[in-house]
């Protein structure tokens, strides 16, 4: 397990797209990084307090539904759904690129992933060109957000 923050960035869509075409089991996660992360490989239920079994993650994997269509925007969705993520966490949130087994859901019903091996960092560059691709959709989306207020 590398728990160094000194990982290969990903510096485009096109870029990481090739990495889930030729990786299944890659995750994103949104956090201070690995050297953070992995000392612990625990998330935290922020409402109760509650430690997980894993890292809390986005799966990049294909799903067959998709059929064909784009990687690219595939990857760009995946992004950009928690692009806000930076901005609610604070300072030296981002996402980084990791390969691991799923060992449960949290209560979002996220991966929650062990036995976590840091690949990349995502370089905000990726994040913008992920909101470009979705705003050029049809039918454009915003981000996943919660607010209680």
Do not use: C, F
Not at 12 to 21: D, I, M, Y
């Amino acid at each position: 397990m590398n728990t160094t923050d000194d990982l290969p960035v990903v510096r485009t869509l096109a870029e990481l797209a090739g990495l889930v075409e030729r990786h299944r089991g890659l995750y994103v996660r949104w956090s201070r990084g690995p050297a953070t992360d992995l000392a612990s490989v625990s998330s935290v239920d922020e409402l109760t307090g509650v430690p997980m079994p894993g890292l809390s993650a986005n799966p990049l994997d294909v799903e067959e539904w998709w059929e064909g269509r784009p990687v690219e925007l595939w990857v760009a969705r995946r992004l950009y759904d928690y692009a806000h993520l930076p901005h609610e966490k604070g300072p030296g949130v981002r996402p980084w690129v990791l390969k691991g087994h799923e060992r449960g859901r949290g209560p979002d019903n996220e991966p929650l992933v062990a036995d976590v091996e840091p690949l990349r960092w995502v370089e905000d560059g990726v994040i913008e060109a992920a909101r470009a691709e979705v705003r050029r959709q049809e039918n454009a989306w915003g981000p996943l957000r919660r607010t209680g207020r």
